[in-house]
């Protein structure tokens, strides 16, 4: 399963050093009823994605990631 997820802050090096919160740093993409979207494929999430107008591209500079989860 894949999510896909904002991370708010470019650097990793300073993410480790963060106390981990549900939402913090990271912002994932939910749906109306604040359920965490998940996607069979990374091909998926992107699709989904590029269905709602997004460049990806743009969007991955900003700090979009595809993540899988278990």
């Keep these: ?3 896909i ?3 708010l802050f470019k650097s990793g090096h300073w993410l480790r ?3 981990w919160e549900e939402n913090f740093p990271i912002d994932q993409l939910v ?3 604040n359920t965490i979207l998940k ?4 091909e998926e999430a992107i699709d ?3 269905s709602w107008g997004v460049d990806v591209s743009i969007a991955i500079e900003q ?6 989860v278990n």
């Design 1 to 3: 399963m894949y999510v």
């Design 5 to 7: 997820a904002h991370h």
């Design 17 to 19: 050093k963060c106390d």
């Design 31 to 33: 749906d109306d009823n």
């Design 39 to 42: 996607f069979e494929t990374k």
């Design 48 to 50: 989904t994605l590029q």
């Design 63 to 68: 700090g979009v990631r595809i993540e899988s």
